[in-house]
């Protein structure tokens, strides 16, 4: 497969945010398999944003055996495993959550939405860097969210574009952030559906959230050897990963394993 573009040029990182406003609710089912302690969690118990002090959650070694399972489970990206070893994510949940925190299990983040689980983060940006020799260029999230998979993006691509379309989630997420000073995330309030013109081409456009199809936006704005990595609904009714390809000539689509996202809605709230 061909290289992935990279774009060095810098963009401001102010959002245009869209006036339309659809409040939606996300299913419970979502939140509902994540909020019983499981009884794996004894590693420590410190609040989310403690300062480092070599043991518990803090300690790299959780991490660590996080990556193992991660590599166990079939991942291979060392740069992927890298970045998932790195970003403290006990940081990203509320701190009745930190015991879980490396836990391949998807937790709650507050206003209905969920923090993928370990794997499926590790899973999708090892899709977008399939092919790929190096690190990514410009890289569009969709659905900040608590700000964790963008911390993860940060090490693997030169920018990350992520965007949030609920206000209270994307403030959330750049207070997470501020701690770890990444200065080649660019936090954008708005709404993802339309993508955001002003960083296209992008080299990679990652979803967080699972739409009824492909905004034709993300289409537009993915550079020609780029890659789109998206839950998405299939014919089956069921979500699904989808995988696109721009070449030169047209769009490369493949269906992947199926997953499970919080809905991806219009508008901001
Ligand atoms: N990557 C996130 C996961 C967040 S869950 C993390 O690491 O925490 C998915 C997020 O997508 C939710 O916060 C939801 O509000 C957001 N979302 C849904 N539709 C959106 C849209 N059209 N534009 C931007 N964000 C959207």
């Avoid at 480092?52 to 992927?80: E, F, I, W, Y």
């Avoid at 550079?223 to 014919?235: E, S």
């Amino acid at each position: 497969m061909a290289q992935r573009p990279g774009f060095p040029i810098k963009l401001s990182s102010q959002a245009q945010a869209s006036t339309a406003k659809t409040p939606g609710k996300t299913p419970a089912k979502t939140i509902a398999k994540t909020i019983h302690p499981s009884p794996a969690t004894k590693v420590a118990i410190k609040p989310a944003g403690s300062d480092p002090q070599g043991l518990g959650l803090d300690s790299s070694a959780v991490r660590q055996r996080m990556v193992q399972k991660l590599a166990a489970q079939g991942l291979k990206n060392p740069m992927v495993l890298h970045a998932m070893g790195t970003v403290e994510r006990h940081r990203f949940v509320e701190s009745a959550l930190v015991n879980q925190a490396y836990e391949d299990t998807s937790l709650p983040i507050g206003l209905g939405q969920t923090i993928s689980k370990p794997n499926v983060v590790a899973r999708m940006i090892e899709l977008l860097l399939e092919g790929a020799t190096g690190k990514l260029g410009r890289v569009l999230e969709i659905g900040t969210g608590c700000g964790y998979q963008a911390a993860v993006l940060s090490h693997v691509a030169t920018e990350v574009y992520s965007m949030e379309r609920l206000k209270g989630l994307h403030e959330k997420a750049r207070a997470n952030l501020r701690h770890f000073r990444l200065a080649n995330v660019h936090l954008l309030f708005g709404d993802g559906m339309l993508g955001y013109p002003k960083g296209a081409p992008y080299a990679a456009i990652i979803s967080a959230a699972g739409g009824e199809t492909l905004p034709q936006q993300w289409l537009e704005q993915l550079a020609v050897g780029g890659r789109l990595v998206a839950p998405t609904v299939t014919a089956s009714g069921q979500q699904a990963l989808l995988v696109v390809d721009k070449t030169a000539t047209g769009f490369k689509q493949n269906v992947l394993e199926a997953v499970h996202f919080v809905p991806l809605k219009s508008g901001i709230s």
